[in-house]
């Protein structure tokens, strides 16, 4: 082995880790975030237009990645924030913006109407692809089930935010609010081929 | 010569006397005016700066109308009338705690005075003070006072006197310096002291009842609120006792109160209860309405305390003001109304054909016929439908066999929403017998009250009833054997002692906190309640803004036989 063939391998062998490293920190090492299956709830569920979405083929027949979080429309602090980084996605996107299905699902059932909902997407100028949907106590009480983010109290909700990759079918779970980049970054690497 | 030059001074002095005269009236009109209104900011008068920057922190926009832009998480573009800063501060300023995020108060009366992790002790109360614990005391502000330059920094660029960084979670507003002067301003005036109706020992409330009222339902609605009071008053020794030492001194008891309740009589037509209102109020400026009771609309009562910002919590009507954006009036429900509502949800949300055109709403022109067609029309129409016929009868107009008659085969409807009283049932037969038309009839349950049961068997399987309350079948509920409604008073004394329930959570959560935007706030606050906390409803839901707690009603169909039971044809709330 020559002197340069080794040079390179130590190279390669220094790098390939820190190229890895610095991946990790791109698409989620800056916050916690995991990977799980979940088993989608054939529920019926009801969006901003008033139109009934069969939930379980809704996401499981879609072939662009889902980006899916859980908020009421009246929250005053965090829901507003997720709300900010799916229309920050939309707006970067630009003509990509129809390459991701958004899914907001509400906590607050009893108030989040299509009329309610369609007025909290406007508010946050969201484009087509953004779903807000609601449903009955119990339907809505089954996706946060199935998603292990069960919120018995819309009060003491907490920041959640799943990604679902259209090539497995898996979800990254990201706990935090995190910025608009790592958002990207989530949307790029569910994406990727 | 001297006489033209004392021609002149005499001119001068007649010139000169009314001159002075006028500058004399001048500063005696303008100086008080000049004390009573204080100067402005940006060039504005007070009161228009103070519109202005109202209006960019609760609505997120500037004076020129276009949202603020801010950056929130390090680095989304976000624009303020997606979430503002009363979003996270709350309409009072004093701030939340949602999702795990601390929002911290914003109102004048903190931001611009120093914070300590301890009240600040008087002499007096230093020298009680162990000399282990005087430096806790004595310690540093948390957090000193912000001036206009640090708030602007804070607001800018998020970060506090201390040079501490505040969370990504609030926006860095890109704000030019006239915009950011008349924030600031506003910032100033927002709760800077205590509501009115609270001094050092007592809350002041009031209720509302007008003189139409039956006797037994207005002592449905005074006897359990008086008696909350007086049960809530006959702590108060023991509690203000205690006040006076170590933790609850410290935090528990100063926040306690006695209540006062005072009731405010309304006599006369509706048009003239907003004078009696103001004048109760002028002698007596509470700190907020509880309960009440009229007869008809409750509207005067709603408009006067959300022009005077009065909260106005929980009377006993099922005529409410119907509103997305009124705020200082909280409900038990949107009553009559949402039950038209209900039944337009329920006929949209099913499988039928099409059924526009085909839709006849006969009701009586009473505040409770007109808000249930209200209730069906608006809804309707807000699905995308056309508006249904209508025929409104007279206060006075029986329902006849020929009436109805008239109307079915004028309109031959498929669907018969019918908002009156029981006195319709008999004759409803006869009429679908008719033509077989309509196929499909609405009733009300809070109109047809215990005669629901005479709803003819015949006529049950085509027949829906709104029902606005919890379930005979459920976990509680107040219902007759037979699922028929609750009677009126008892169903309102079943809401008054709700309200206690409620009051005490909310006078415990507001703390000390005498304003009376952060009484509905922390009420906004609470998690959602069922039986037996939400009296005759399924459930009490809350949440920022929203002023209608029961949200639900079902429809439900009667089983055939005279032990007829209610069955259930929809979810509580329908979408």
């Known amino acids: 082995m020559t002197s340069q063939t080794t040079r390179f ?46 939930f379980k083929s809704f996401i499981e027949q ?30 970067k996107l630009g003509p990509e913006a129809s390459k991701v299905r958004l899914v907001s699902i509400t906590i607050d059932p009893e108030h989040d109407n299509p009329r309610v909902m369609k007025d909290y997407l406007k508010r946050f100028r969201a484009k087509p692809g953004w779903d807000f949907m609601t449903g009955s106590r119990a339907d809505i009480d089954r996706v946060m089930r199935a998603f292990d983010a069960y919120i018995p109290n819309k009060m003491s909700h907490y920041q959640i935010m799943l990604i679902r990759s259209p090539r497995d079918g898996r979800w990254t779970r990201v706990m935090e609010l995190v910025s608009s980049a790592d958002i990207m970054a989530e949307y790029r690497q569910a994406g990727a081929k | 010569m001297n006489g033209a030059a004392g021609r002149l001074r005499a001119t001068g002095r007649n010139a000169l006397l009314p ?24 060039g504005l008068t007070r009161a228009e700066a103070l519109r202005l ?103 800018r660029d998020g970060m506090d006197p201390n040079g501490r960084v505040l969370d990504e979670v609030m926006p860095r507003y890109l704000l030019a310096e006239r915009d950011m002067a008349i924030l600031v301003y506003y910032l100033k005036s927002l709760s800077p002291e205590y509501s009115p109706g609270v001094d050092q020992n007592t809350i002041r409330l009031a209720t509302v009842v007008t003189d139409r009222v039956p006797a037994k339902e207005r002592e449905a609605m005074l006897k359990p609120l008086e008696k909350y009071v007086r049960g809530r008053n006959s702590r108060a020794k023991t509690v203000e006792s205690r006040a006076g030492y170590g933790f609850y001194a410290e935090w528990m008891d100063l926040i306690y109160r006695r209540l006062s309740l005072s009731v405010w009589e309304l006599k006369g037509p509706p048009e003239t209860w907003r004078s009696q209102l103001e004048e109760y109020y002028r002698k007596e400026p509470v700190f907020a309405l509880i309960g009440g009771i009229s007869h008809g609309e409750w509207r005067p009562v709603h408009e006067f305390g959300e022009e005077h910002r009065i909260p106005c919590l929980l009377p006993a009507t099922d005529l409410p003001v119907i509103s997305q954006s009124d705020w200082y009036t909280l409900y038990f429900s949107k009553g009559h109304y949402q039950e038209g509502e ?29 808000a249930s067609a209200a209730g069906f029309r608006e809804s309707w129409q807000k699905l995308g439908r056309k508006a249904p016929a209508e025929r409104m009868l007279s206060a006075g107009e029986a329902v006849t066999v020929e009436l109805l008659e008239q109307a079915t085969l004028e309109k031959r409807p498929a669907v018969l929403l019918l908002w009156t009283g029981p006195e319709a049932l008999p004759l409803l037969e006869k009429v679908a017998a ?49 699922g028929a409604p609750l009677g009126r008073e008892r169903r309102i004394a079943a809401r008054m002692n709700s309200l206690g329930l409620l009051l005490t959570d909310s006078l415990m959560m507001m703390r000390g906190e005498f304003y009376r935007e952060r009484f509905f706030e922390v009420i906004d606050m609470l998690q959602d309640r069922g039986h037996p906390y939400s009296a005759e409803f399924e459930r009490y839901s809350f949440g920022p803004g929203q002023r209608y ?9 009667l089983s055939p036989g005279p032990g007829s039971e209610l069955l259930q044809k929809s979810e509580w709330v329908i979408h």
């Open chain 1, 62 to 91: 879609s072939d662009q990645p889902v980006l899916l979080d859980f908020i009421y429309g009246t929250c005053t602090t965090i829901c507003p924030i997720l709300s900010a980084g799916f229309a920050s996605l939309q707006r």
């Open chain 2, 19 to 42: 001159l002075l005269c006028l500058f004399t009236l001048l500063f005696w009109v303008a100086a008080p005016r000049a004390a009573e209104e204080p100067p402005g900011v940006a």
């Open chain 2, 549 to 557: 707690a029961s949200k639900g009603c079902y429809v439900v169909q």
């Open chain 2, 434 to 482: 008719l033509s077989g038309r309509p196929e499909t009839i609405f009733l009300s349950a809070s109109l047809l009250q215990d005669k629901i049961g005479a709803l003819p068997e015949q006529l049950r399987e085509k027949s829906y009833i709104t029902y606005p309350y919890a379930l005979p079948a459920g976990k509680g509920g107040a219902h007759r054997g037979n």
């Open chain 2, 342 to 370: 209900a039944a337009a949800r329920f006929l949209a949300a099913g499988e039928q054909p099409d059924r526009d055109g085909e839709l006849l709403q006969i009701f009586r022109d009473s505040a409770e016929g007109r």
């Open chain 1, 9 to 54: 391998l130590c190279y390669l062998v220094t790098l390939v880790p820190l190229l890895l490293c610095t991946r990790a920190e791109a698409a989620g090492g800056k916050y916690r975030r995991t990977v799980a299956d979940y088993s989608m709830p054939d529920v019926l569920l009801v969006n901003q237009d008033g139109q009934k979405v069969r």
């Open chain 2, 53 to 155: 920057g109202e209006q960019l922190y609760r609505k997120g926009l500037l004076p020129s109308g276009q949202p603020a832009q801010a950056i929130v998480q390090g680095d989304t573009e976000v624009e303020a009338d997606m979430f503002s800063c009363e979003s996270c501060h709350m309409r009072s300023g004093l701030g939340s705690y949602e999702g795990g995020v601390l929002t911290t108060p914003t109102n004048g009366a903190v931001l611009f005075k120093a914070q300590f992790n301890y009240r600040q002790p008087s002499p007096d109360q230093l020298k009680t003070i162990p000399a282990y614990m005087l430096p806790l005391y004595q310690a540093p502000p948390r957090r000193p006072a912000y001036t206009d330059t640090t708030l602007s920094v804070a607001l």
